[in-house]
Each structure stands twice: as structure tokens, then as C-alpha cells.
């Protein structure tokens, strides 16, 4: 017997070994190394070189009708919305009837996973496209919801509406600069075929400022102006936000064109990278 449960839990040794693997990269500079020309640290990432459903380890889900009024029900888990394959993350968003929505979509997110104060955000991803669709990458203070929006801070990565698919955009929500104050902080700028080409957006987050680049060329700067936290809520960890929208007050405001459906939004890589000073 006793020589059974060796063998037994060497076995489930191996097998969670092996499972656990499965979700990490091989390349070394993949697993932690300094990049020597910036000095930023690798210390979070998912290279998506596996199949299945997002490493449930890294990854948790929003579920249902979440916010500004968009026509998509997010789903939680399910394969027909989110799932992994050829190296890539894949969320599709699919007209169908499910739960009282016409549409279906997915989020995934690494709250309660993985949060970050200061540091580079970097997503490599091809975009959906289409009337209706806006898809972002984007970051929630961690306390939310016990505080409420904005005063818990916002950081638009990369926003982008489908009706106007070569603009990219970024933005920050602060109690004091929203969109209910008419003060919005963001900038936006044109890329060449972010549906059909892979780009990649990034945020660099310092305590003085936060910068935001598409392909490595910076297009907006927010600054710490030292006004306190209604204008600067950063200083506290944030988490991560992937996720394909359809409609909604900002993606819906020129309609959905039913015809372009399904569509697919592909993320290569998430890294996140803190400097090593």
C-alpha cells in the first residue's frame, strides 16, 4: 500500500508539473531577465504558448452586462468567446441570442490574479474591426469597487472604435478628469492597419507621469501634477483589463453593423516589466 502512494503522488507530482509548465514560456529572456538598453525587469507575463482556456492561475473573467450600456454579454470561461491556440489569446465577439443579450463577447482580467504599481504594460495584439466593435486594454484601481469610479483611477492603454479602425486612442479617469467633469486627459493617434497587422501598445507608469506608445513611439504623456489623489489616484496597484466591447456609449454611437460578426480580437503577449533600480 504504502509503495502504491508513493507511486500515486509521484505521479500527481509529475502531472501538475507538467500542467504548470505547459503555461510558461521557454525563452529565457521570457522568464525574468533586465532588459539592458531600458533597465525594466521582466516580473509578469503570459506568451499564450498553450491551448485551452486562459491560465485560470493568471486570468479571471467579468461576467454579463457590465457597463456603458453595451449590447455584449460577457461570458465566463466558454470556448465559443475566449480560448487559446497557435500562441495567441483569442476573444471573438459573436452575434447570437444568449442569456436576454443579441450579442456575446468575453473579458478577461488579472484582478485578483496580478496587480502593478508603476512599470511598463506592454500587449502585442491585432484588432477587431467594424461598426460597433471597441475593443481596449486597460486598467482598474484594485479598489474598486469599495471606491467608487473614478476616484479609483483609470488607464486606457489602447481604446478603439470600429467605426474609426485606425485610430488608436489612450485616456486616464481621475475624480477631477472625466467625462462627466468635460475634462477628459487622452490623446489618440493613427496606425496603419491595427485589424490586420499586429502592433504594440504600451504604458509606462513612473510616480511624476504615465506614458503611452503604439509600436514604441510615444503619443501621450499624463503628469503628476501634485494636486492629490483626486487628480492622481496612481499611486496605488492597478490590474489589467483585456476585453472586446460591442456597442455601448462610445463604440455603439454610430450603430452595430450586424454583417461583420463574428469578429476576433488576437493578443499575442501580455509582459509586464518593473525597473530594476
Known amino acids: 500500500m504504502a509503495r502504491k502512494v508513493v507511486i500515486l503522488s509521484s505521479f500527481l507530482l509529475t502531472f501538475l508539473i507538467t500542467v504548470l509548465n505547459s503555461y510558461e514560456p521557454a525563452a529565457s529572456f521570457e522568464r525574468g531577465m533586465a532588459n539592458p538598453s531600458n533597465q525594466w525587469q521582466l516580473v509578469w507575463f503570459d506568451e499564450f504558448n498553450y491551448r485551452g482556456l486562459p491560465n485560470p492561475l493568471k486570468w479571471t473573467y467579468e461576467e454579463g452586462f ?31 441570442k444568449y442569456q436576454n443579450a443579441k450579442y456575446t463577447s468575453a473579458s478577461v482580467t488579472t484582478n485578483k ?17 467594424g461598426q460597433g466593435m471597441w475593443p ?39 475624480q477631477a478628469f472625466n467625462y462627466m467633469t468635460r475634462n477628459v486627459k487622452g490623446s489618440s493617434i493613427v496606425i496603419p492597419l491595427p485589424h490586420t ?56 454611437k454610430k450603430g452595430i453593423d450586424d454583417r461583420i460578426f463574428p469578429q476576433k480580437y488576437y493578443i499575442d503577449y501580455v509582459r509586464v516589466y518593473q525597473q530594476t533600480n
Request: hydrophobic share 40%; glycine share 10%; proline share 3%.
Open 197 to 252: 497587422e499586429f502592433h504594440i501598445y504600451a504604458m509606462e507608469w513612473f510616480k511624476d507621469r504615465i506614458d503611452f506608445f503604439v509600436d514604441d513611439r510615444k503619443y501621450f504623456t499624463f503628469k503628476n501634477t501634485g494636486n492629490g489623489i483626486d487628480e492622481w489616484p496612481f499611486d496605488g496597484e492597478h490590474y489589467l483589463i483585456l476585453n472586446a466591447a460591442i456597442g455601448g456609449g462610445w463604440g455603439g
Open 66 to 96: 457590465v457597463r456603458n450600456n453595451e449590447a455584449q454579454y460577457y461570458t465566463r470561461a466558454r470556448r465559443q468567446n475566449v480560448w487559446v491556440e497557435n500562441g495567441m489569446l483569442v476573444i471573438e465577439a459573436r452575434k447570437e
Open 136 to 174: 481596449a486594454i486597460w486598467m482598474l484601481g484594485t479598489n474598486y469597487p469599495e471606491v467608487e469610479w473614478p476616484l479609483c483611477g483609470e488607464i486606457d492603454i489602447m481604446e478603439n472604435v470600429g467605426y474609426d479602425p485606425n485610430v488608436i486612442h489612450a485616456h486616464v479617469y481621475t
Open 113 to 129: 490574479r496580478a496587480s502593478w504599481r508603476y512599470g511598463r504594460i506592454e500587449v502585442k495584439a491585432k484588432l477587431p474591426t
